[in-house]
């Protein structure tokens, strides 16, 4: 499968836990993307990460949130001390260039669903 | 602030008729439009695109209408059959960031 890889699929976390959520792009792909979808809302834009560089961060939370795409490896979403709040689907993305006016994509992972009891 | 709006929540077609589903945006900045499938517990996938030089793009049952003026696009099911029932999210982009819409829910009645 060469497709956008994330898990785990679901994690459950208590109030005050640390939830980790990895996503391994596409094959040659250099940028990743990572999104949230709350309950009954759109997917909503949260970090533009390439390799060892935060691009955009506007859409992350000031606090608890952080993101890395290491020069190895798969780039982590970190949440500290979940909240019930943080209940969601995580999708990851990915694209092989910047800029999308030469009609480039993105691509989506099957998603993290995290649940925070 | 929501710069991409899709107003309808949900529409239901009978299966066989056209579906037509609609999605506003604000910034003239974008130039580069893409509609996204998803069905429940998966992810968004890839269905069409458009460039803000074209004002249609056809691909099989699936077109795609750009309004530049308007800052509105549409997407064009036709014939809709029950397998197209999913969520459809249109997307904008100017450089490096996709902004989605809410989606719109789409039934097709057998």
């Known amino acids: 499968n060469a497709g956008v890889m994330q898990n785990p699929r679901h994690l459950v976390r208590r109030r005050g836990q640390e939830a980790r959520l990895r996503c391994s792009p596409m094959k040659g792909h250099s940028h990743v993307y990572w999104y949230r979808q709350l309950p009954e809302e759109g997917l909503k834009f949260m970090v533009y990460?390439?390799?060892?560089?935060?691009?955009?961060e506007s859409g992350m939370p000031k606090e608890r949130f952080s993101a890395e795409f290491p020069k190895e490896g798969p780039s982590i979403l970190r949440i500290q001390q979940v909240v019930r709040g943080d209940s969601a689907a995580y999708f990851c993305a990915s694209s092989p260039r910047t800029g999308f006016s030469s009609g480039n994509t993105i691509y989506f992972g099957e998603g993290s669903w995290l649940t925070v009891v | 602030d929501q710069q991409v709006k899709q107003n309808s929540p949900s529409l239901s077609v009978q299966e066989g008729r056209i579906s037509i589903l609609n999605c506003d945006y604000t910034n003239s900045m974008f130039d580069y439009f893409l509609w996204y499938k998803k069905y429940p517990a998966e992810g968004p996938t890839f269905l069409i695109s458009i460039s803000s030089i074209k004002d249609k793009n056809e691909d099989g049952r699936f077109t795609v209408f750009l309004n530049k003026s308007a800052k509105h696009l549409s997407l064009h099911i036709v014939p809709s059959q029950p397998g197209d029932s999913a969520v459809y999210f249109c997307a904008a982009s100017a450089g490096n960031q996709f902004y989605f819409g809410t989606g719109t829910s789409l039934t097709v009645i057998p």
């Open positions: 990460l390439q390799k060892e560089n935060i691009i955009d």
